[in-house]
């Protein structure tokens, strides 16, 4: 048998599932919801949620992993023979994700090419972004570019491939970060948007910003999609995991704030305050920001050295799908890394395809009026992930016991420093939690409430 794969240290592994986590969740719609939930009240939700919620779930992932050696596959199935489904249903998350996010990730490289081009003030114009998204050929290169990168990281391998190019991305994109978000708050008039960002407004909390963060928060940290079962069983067996969780929770944490501090000052000067500019996701960083770039003096540099942070955030977070989607598969049919990663490329290629050209010539095509990619969307974070999650949290309160992750971190610490606290989360805490996430997230896609 070949010896196991592993990240070689343990600021590999934390650069590692920090690249997954920090991805277009951070910088389209952290701000977005952080401006629409009352600044800095929701700030402090989030924070709260992470250190307390988002822990327990990515304890729990991560001891899975390593304790069991396994990707989700069979991680569930090795400590309890009923629940192999739960790993079952886990697996699916990755596979259903890759391709779309690939779709994105083309775009990414697309718009940080027009920029690094000297073109950011064509991308500008209204219908840019529709007319390129629209197009057959096009948007396929980028997306079939953007997974050939993916790829060649994988086929480097844990060790060479992840942890080496996690070492060098990550500390790149939060210097990026700050870079930016100095830029941004030393503009003109950025004061306002800067105090709009941070002031806490006690009447926007309410049952909505909590499951905003809720939602988000699951999401950020890469959560419920076998991503961090497979990296912890990459992670050493002397390595303390509560330390590198709450290593892994302040990059993420980090980040998001930063594009915050980038983002919500920029639109908001831009836009006069109409905080309706901030709508997340494509909208916001394909047509506003572009605007917005534009707008300002050594905007298109700056706009340069935006897409190129968001283009290595989604590198990092399709690297660890790809990872999860090949550690299931060679688990599965036996096969070498090599044949099953260039086997699930050419699944990605051909999956994202669909998803593409659901924007141009197959947009006639709907499914309850989402497009392709919004279905596929729909489907993994707002269905599957929040029953992967209730499934994990009842497997481990109360089929394997909490004992069985609290004993796997202490089999690399002296002390497990919120033992208690995490056995009351993962058993009481949490399920209910991500119950109300999957309530509400179906309920806001049937309109019947507006997240
Ligand atoms: N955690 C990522 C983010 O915040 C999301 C993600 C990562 C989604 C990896 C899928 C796979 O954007």
Same mark, same amino acid.
């Given at each position: 048998?070949?010896?196991?794969?592993?990240?070689?240290?343990?600021?590999?592994?934390?650069?590692?599932?920090?690249?997954?986590?920090?991805?277009?969740?951070?910088?389209?719609?952290?701000?977005?919801?952080?401006?629409?939930?009352?600044?800095?009240?929701?700030?402090?939700?989030?924070?709260?949620?992470?250190?307390?919620?988002?822990?327990?779930?990515?304890?729990?992932?991560?001891?899975?992993?390593?304790?069991?050696?396994?990707?989700?596959?069979?991680?569930?199935?090795?400590?309890?023979?009923?629940?192999?489904?739960?790993?079952?249903?886990?697996?699916?998350?990755?596979?259903?994700?890759?391709?779309?996010?690939?779709?994105?990730?083309?775009?990414?490289?697309?718009?940080?090419?027009?920029?690094?081009?000297?073109?950011?003030?064509?991308?500008?114009?209204?219908?840019?972004?529709?007319?390129?998204?629209?197009?057959?050929?096009?948007?396929?290169?980028?997306?079939?570019?953007?997974?050939?990168?993916?790829?060649?990281?994988?086929?480097?391998?844990?060790?060479?491939?992840?942890?080496? $190019?996690?070492?060098?991305?990550?500390?790149? =994109?939060?210097? #990026?970060? %700050? /870079?930016? !978000?100095? @830029? &941004?708050?030393?503009?003109?008039?950025?004061?306002?948007?800067?105090?709009?960002?941070?002031?806490?407004?006690?009447?926007?909390?309410?049952?909505?910003?909590?499951?905003?963060?809720?939602?988000?928060?699951?999401?950020?940290?890469?959560?419920?999609?076998?991503?961090?079962?497979?990296?912890?069983?990459?992670?050493?067996?002397?390595?303390?995991?509560?330390?590198?969780?709450?290593?892994?929770? $302040?990059?993420?944490?980090?980040?998001?704030? =930063?594009?915050? #501090?980038? %983002? /919500?000052? !920029?639109? @908001? &000067?831009?836009?006069?305050?109409?905080?309706?500019?901030?709508?997340?996701?494509?909208?916001?960083?394909?047509?506003?920001?572009?605007?917005?770039?534009?707008?300002?003096?050594?905007?298109?540099?700056?706009?340069?050295?935006?897409?190129?942070?968001?283009?290595?955030?989604?590198?990092?977070?399709?690297?660890?799908?790809?990872?999860?989607?090949?550690?299931?598969?060679?688990?599965?049919?036996?096969?070498?890394?090599?044949?099953?990663?260039?086997?699930?490329?050419?699944?990605?290629?051909?999956?994202?395809?669909?998803?593409?050209?659901?924007?141009?010539?197959?947009?006639?095509?709907?499914?309850?009026?989402?497009?392709?990619?919004?279905?596929?969307?729909?489907?993994?974070?707002?269905?599957?992930?929040?029953?992967?999650?209730?499934?994990?949290?009842?497997?481990?309160?109360?089929?394997?016991?909490?004992?069985?992750?609290?004993?796997?971190?202490?089999?690399?610490?002296?002390?497990?420093?919120?033992?208690?606290?995490?056995?009351?989360?993962?058993?009481?805490?949490?399920?209910?939690?991500?119950?109300?996430?999957?309530?509400?997230?179906?309920?806001?896609?049937?309109?019947?409430?507006?997240?």
């Amino acid at each position: 048998m070949k010896e196991k794969s592993s990240f070689s240290s343990r600021l590999g592994f934390i650069l590692a599932a920090a690249g997954s986590a920090v991805g277009l969740g951070n910088l389209w719609r952290f701000p977005y919801l952080a401006a629409k939930y009352g600044g800095g009240s929701f700030l402090l939700i989030y924070l709260v949620l992470a250190v307390t919620f988002g822990f327990a779930l990515m304890i729990t992932e991560i001891a899975i992993g390593r304790k069991t050696g396994k990707s989700a596959l069979y991680a569930f199935a090795d400590l309890g023979k009923k629940s192999g489904f739960i790993g079952v249903l886990a697996s699916i998350v990755p596979i259903i994700i890759l391709p779309y996010y690939c779709v994105i990730g083309g775009w990414v490289i697309k718009y940080a090419w027009v920029f690094l081009t000297g073109r950011g003030g064509a991308a500008a114009t209204d219908d840019y972004f529709s007319g390129f998204i629209s197009r057959t050929g096009e948007p396929i290169v980028w997306l079939v570019l953007f997974i050939l990168a993916t790829m060649a990281v994988i086929l480097l391998g844990v060790n060479k491939g992840i942890e080496n $190019i996690s070492k060098v991305l990550m500390p790149v =994109l939060v210097i #990026l970060s %700050i /870079v930016i !978000a100095a @830029f &941004v708050i030393t503009r003109p008039g950025a004061g306002a948007g800067i105090v709009y960002y941070f002031k806490p407004d006690l009447s926007k909390i309410n049952g909505n910003a909590f499951l905003a963060a809720l939602g988000q928060l699951f999401y950020s940290m890469s959560l419920a999609m076998g991503i961090m079962i497979t990296y912890g069983s990459y992670l050493k067996k002397e390595d303390d995991i509560e330390s590198s969780v709450r290593n892994i929770e $302040i990059f993420d944490t980090g980040i998001a704030f =930063l594009a915050g #501090l980038m %983002i /919500v000052p !920029a639109v @908001f &000067v831009f836009s006069g305050g109409d905080e309706a500019a901030l709508k997340a996701g494509p909208t916001l960083m394909f047509i506003t920001l572009p605007k917005v770039f534009d707008s300002m003096t050594g905007g298109h540099i700056i706009g340069a050295v935006f897409f190129v942070l968001v283009l290595f955030a989604a590198l990092t977070s399709a690297i660890s799908l790809m990872e999860t989607v090949v550690s299931i598969f060679t688990e599965r049919f036996g096969k070498s890394r090599r044949v099953i990663t260039i086997f699930v490329t050419i699944y990605a290629i051909l999956m994202a395809i669909p998803s593409s050209l659901g924007f141009g010539v197959w947009s006639d095509f709907n499914i309850r009026g989402m497009s392709i990619l919004d279905f596929f969307d729909f489907i993994s974070n707002s269905i599957l992930m929040p029953v992967v999650a209730f499934l994990t949290c009842v497997f481990v309160g109360f089929i394997v016991k909490p004992k069985t992750i609290t004993d796997e971190v202490e089999s690399s610490t002296k002390k497990f420093k919120s033992k208690k606290f995490y056995v009351v989360m993962i058993k009481y805490i949490a399920p209910v939690l991500v119950l109300l996430i999957l309530i509400s997230s179906v309920l806001n896609a049937l309109g019947i409430i507006t997240l």
